[in-house]
């Protein structure tokens, strides 16, 4: 118990409370590598939740994750809320025997679909995403279910880690959306294909990746509906003091987007588009808009 870290994490304690939910922004930072920043954008109702911690115990290891709750259904702050104080009490109590042996967290994750079977008390249809990175001293675990996305920047270069689960994906892996970036614009961009919710099977996808990066991202869809890949990748390499994630949001809330510059870019290409399949702006803050970062240092 000698070694327990004592510091207190106020990203937790808001999560723990159910107060983060009720804030139209919120911002974290831990130590000089985790920070985390949170906005409601032009909505009611703040449906995003997120978490940035260290191991209480175990050294060299960390967590990011987002969650953002499905607009349109009832409940999604709440279930957004509950799934990542499941994952806080998952994270704290991950046995240190286990955590060389991936395979055993990633079993760990998936009882989580039958605690929420279980254990909801609100509305049945109420669904949420869920991003989140579990950072060890030599390996990353990333698991992902819905749109929310993880990247990493190595060397300046954006990557992303993650697959979206929405009709848009299924589209662009069909040919039928020719560019990644015109999915955003797509009239079907907010239809998953999968979410966690006591109604649903829901299936995570897990990744396990070398801990060569620069910095890894948890974004919910207010970021990477309003940017672009390169927008973001801009905002990684130029701003790598503590208002990263703030950086991140922010532009997000300010930075309209037009289809016309996005189909300009594309050449020949563009004749295969139906533009009466897209919307043709995208306004800054349109959504929720949640960021969390690690620096490796």
């Known amino acids: 118990m000698?070694?327990?870290?004592?510091?207190?994490?106020?990203?937790?304690?808001?999560?723990?409370?159910?107060?983060q939910v009720t804030k139209d922004h919120t911002e974290y930072t831990i130590g000089k590598t985790l920070f985390g920043a949170s906005n409601i954008g032009n909505r009611n109702i703040q449906e995003d939740s997120f978490i940035i911690m260290e191991h209480p115990i175990i050294e060299n290891l960390k967590l990011i994750a987002v969650a953002d709750g499905l607009g349109g259904r009832q409940d999604g702050e709440k279930i957004s809320n509950y799934v990542i104080k499941w994952i806080i009490n998952w994270f704290e109590n991950i046995d240190i025997q286990k955590i060389n042996d991936i395979s055993k967290l990633k079993t760990e994750l998936m009882y989580m679909r039958y605690d929420i079977k279980s254990n909801l008390d609100f509305s049945f249809i109420a669904a949420t995403t869920l991003s989140l990175a579990l950072i060890g001293?030599?390996?990353?675990?990333?698991a992902n279910i819905g749109d929310s996305r993880i990247y990493t920047l190595e060397n300046s270069h954006l990557q992303k880690e993650t697959r979206d689960d929405s009709e848009v994906q299924n589209l662009l892996e069909d040919k039928q959306i020719i560019s990644e970036e015109?999915?955003?614009?797509?009239?079907?961009?907010?239809?998953?294909?999968?979410?966690?919710s006591?109604?649903?099977?829901?299936?995570?996808?897990y990744k396990i990746i070398d801990n060569t990066y620069d910095q890894i991202i948890a974004v919910t869809d207010g970021v990477t509906s309003s940017l672009t890949a390169k927008q973001l990748e801009n905002i990684l390499i130029n701003n790598k003091s503590d208002n990263i994630a703030k950086q991140i949001v922010d532009t997000?809330?300010?930075?309209?987007?037009?289809?016309?510059?996005i189909i300009s870019e594309l050449g020949e290409e563009k004749q295969k588009i139906t533009q009466e399949d897209y919307i043709s702006e995208i306004k800054g803050g349109i959504d929720n808009t949640t960021a969390a970062v690690y620096i490796r240092k």
């Open 137 to 142: 001293k030599n390996k990353t675990l990333i």
């Open 2 to 19: 000698n070694n327990l870290k004592i510091h207190k994490n106020q990203c937790k304690e808001d999560v723990l409370n159910n107060i």
């Open 182 to 196: 015109l999915i955003r614009f797509h009239k079907r961009s907010n239809y998953l294909t999968n979410a966690i």
């Open 198 to 205: 006591s109604s649903l099977g829901h299936m995570i996808t």
């Open 252 to 261: 997000a809330l300010i930075t309209n987007s037009y289809l016309k510059d």
